[in-house]
């Protein structure tokens, strides 16, 4: 990850309470769903009421690293602020939720419907103070 | 319930105005419909317009269209749902005129997209799609994707759909554009989406239409030949976060089920559809949502030509999206339009031959974790 230079730019997080934070701890960083603790239902973005039960004893749980790309497209006419072209898609995850992605480090060759993705952490874009505009990404998996 | 009918339509040109006000272009398709219908302004007793506030062009939009007309004082309804705008202020008029509140309603739906500026609509960044940069035509470029995976549909049949509407557009003098498209121009357009380039999309653009709706109980008073409004029905789209089938549109499919229910009229049974083609994609998947074939079957039905002007279910004989245009809020409303002139026959150049029974579609708005945000369906029978 960057956030080792010595700098006054801060790596802010595209929005609270979606991963945890690379520098946090040296574990892994992950997707955060919500649980609901009455029937077991996951979401992603976590939820604060329950889509199936309407309870709001949810609970936040570690989303998979991995999963399948169900769909995806190369933007070719972006909207304001961002480069083109760049990848998005929809990634399958095994706990049965879907997560919207930007896909990173494709080529022709990788990206695929079906294909199998593991989540990475990268730039989004800069702010305009400079400071980083961290997201999380999934990639197709190498081999 | 009562019976209700649509006894005047007007609209105006699609396009791109940016020189008049949204106000003016409402005030000239409500003046053709009242003049269409026969009825007295005085006479209309509430008002339901469809319209997106636009930034700066803010709210009671419908309020000052109305003043400039000379109607005011009575109940004025302001309806927002995206692209469904429009016809779903038409869906609030059917309802409050069905369940007996009034006799006799306006409906407008109107938007002024040029003073935007050009290019894609800019995406919501309160949605975790939009802040990341979803764009409205990735969200079909990723359904066309999927379709083409699993049932083998081709870029060729997507374009297919755009040759077919632009074609029917240049025989509507309201068709923002008036120019047939091939294949290679098709291919050759800037990618928006891969795979669907501009001309896959449909454009932004100005526009208004007005219809004027009444009760069963006062319709002969005006009209000799009103169009029945068989069934009316609005859906939202459910919510989903799992793995949903995103070649298919969930509430297309309550909303038409619903809609053939309370009418009594099947897919087999309509004359014409005007299907919500905001995309080549969009309009093959509504052929399998609304029962027109089966799930997967849509290319193979534009390869067919059966949904040609002269094919047995002619699809979007005024353009569509993709040539009339889309300006959201009016988009609903001259669907309805399209329906009544057609079922009048008084459709010139693109005339569906003895069309008796029309089904207009429209749905809209990328919403996270829905399948969109509203869906309206109206039958209309002659």
């Known amino acids: 990850m960057a956030g080792e230079e010595k700098s006054d730019k801060k790596i802010i997080p595209i929005r609270e309470g979606l991963f945890s934070l690379p520098h946090e701890s040296g574990e892994r960083s992950y997707l955060i769903g919500s649980r609901c603790n009455v029937c077991a239902q996951i979401s992603f973005p976590p939820r604060k009421v329950c889509s199936e039960c309407f309870s709001e004893e949810m609970e936040s749980i570690p989303l998979s690293s991995k999963g399948k790309l169900y769909t995806y497209t190369i933007i070719g006419y972006p909207p304001p602020g961002l480069a083109v072209p760049y990848a998005i898609g929809y990634v399958d995850l095994p706990e049965g939720v879907r997560v919207f992605s930007i896909i990173t480090d494709w080529d022709q060759e990788s990206l695929k419907v079906g294909a199998e993705v593991e989540l990475t952490f990268g730039k989004f874009k800069e702010d305009k103070d400079g400071n980083e505009i961290l997201t999380y990404k999934f990639r197709p998996v190498k081999g | ?382």
């Open chain 2, 1 to 382: 319930m009562r019976e209700v009918y649509v006894i005047g339509v007007g609209m105006i040109r699609f396009g791109k105005f940016p020189e008049v006000t949204i106000t003016d272009m409402a005030r000239r398709a409500f003046r053709d419909a009242v003049k269409d219908s026969g009825v007295k302004p005085k006479e209309i007793e509430a008002a339901f317009i469809g319209h997106v506030r636009q930034p700066g062009q803010g709210a009671m939009v419908g309020q000052r269209i109305m003043r400039e007309v000379g109607i005011t004082g009575i109940p004025i309804l302001n309806v927002e749902n995206i692209c469904s705008s429009g016809s779903s202020a038409f869906w609030s008029a059917f309802h409050f005129i069905s369940s007996g509140k009034f006799d006799l309603a306006a409906v407008i739906g109107v938007e002024q997209l040029s003073v935007l500026g050009k290019g894609v609509l800019p995406p919501r960044q309160d949605d975790l799609e939009g802040l990341q940069g979803m764009i409205l035509p990735s969200y079909f470029a990723m359904v066309a994707r999927r379709h083409m995976h699993e049932y083998g549909t081709t870029i060729e049949q997507l374009a297919k759909v755009s040759i077919k509407n632009h074609r029917n557009g240049c025989l509507n003098p309201y068709s923002q554009f008036q120019k047939e498209v091939t294949l290679e121009e098709i291919a050759s357009s800037p990618i928006v989406a891969d795979p669907l380039t501009v001309l896959h999309c449909c454009p932004t653009g100005d526009g208004a239409a007005a219809a004027i709706v009444c009760s069963g109980d006062i319709v002969k008073r005006f009209s000799s030949k009103p169009i029945q409004v068989a069934a009316s029905v609005l859906k939202s789209g459910s919510y989903d976060g799992g793995w949903r089938d995103l070649t298919t549109n969930d509430q297309t499919i309550r909303a038409s089920h619903e809609a053939y229910e309370l009418s009594g009229v099947g897919p087999e049974d309509l004359d014409l559809i005007e299907l919500h083609d905001c995309f080549t994609i969009a309009e093959i998947s509504h052929y399998e949502n609304l029962g027109l074939c089966e799930k997967g079957d849509g290319g193979r039905l534009i390869d067919e030509r059966k949904t040609e002007l002269t094919g047995k279910i002619p699809v979007n004989p005024s353009g569509g999206l993709l040539a009339k245009g889309h300006p959201l809020g009016a988009t609903g409303v001259a669907q309805l339009v399209e329906i009544v002139w057609q079922l009048r026959g008084e459709a010139g150049k693109r005339q569906v031959s003895n069309a008796q029974t029309g089904l207009a579609h429209c749905v809209g708005g990328v919403v996270d974790g829905l399948d969109l945000g509203a869906c309206t369906i109206h039958i209309l029978k002659r």
